[in-house]
């Protein structure tokens, strides 16, 4: 019995690491609930560069409780996440990918909660699409945010289809 909750614990762990190739750049925190004697509840706005198309970052800001819970890292957080992808430069895709890949994905919670950043290409308007979104084992979570990126030229340079990207 304990063996079969441990492999459990063991996958889960695994496959809530294991999407996440890169770890975002924290680009700062703001407190929301002062606590007397434990760590204030904040606001953390973090940025990363989706690591297949070369070219576009998203920024996302997250609630992170404080408390004891929040301290010891058990805290279910919740799922109010926004998100804002742009494109900062020339784009290059560096591979092929699937509508709704999984750009980041971040544990939420000890055990049953996670959140993800999926990428997707609107082919007609030739412009990405990101949806930030907070899935749970048992209900999920409707919460979500999504943000658009229209590839536009970049100095001289002509910008790509992405529906030539897509894995069909």
Excluded at 42 to 61: Q, R, S, W
Aim: glycine share 8%; net charge positive.
């Amino acid at each position: 019995m304990l063996a079969r909750i441990a492999l459990g614990l063991t996958l889960v762990l695994a496959a809530a690491t294991g999407a996440a190739a890169q770890e975002p750049d924290l680009i700062f925190k703001k407190s929301t609930v002062w606590r007397a004697l434990t760590p204030d509840d904040k606001l953390a706005v973090y940025g990363l560069d989706d690591p297949v198309v070369e070219g576009v970052a998203c920024h996302y800001t997250t609630p992170e409780r404080g408390g004891i819970a929040g301290t010891f890292g058990v805290a279910e957080e919740v799922s109010d996440i926004s998100l804002a992808c742009r494109q900062v430069g020339p784009v290059k895709f560096k591979q092929k990918f699937g509508q709704g890949d999984v750009v980041f994905s971040e544990r939420r919670s000890l055990i049953f909660k996670k959140m993800q950043i999926v990428r997707g290409c609107d082919v007609k308007r030739n412009t990405l699409v990101y949806m930030v979104y907070s899935d749970r084992v048992i209900e999920g979570s409707p919460k979500n945010s999504t943000s658009t990126v229209p590839l536009m030229p970049w100095g001289t340079e002509v910008p790509p289809k992405c529906g030539e990207w897509i894995n069909q």
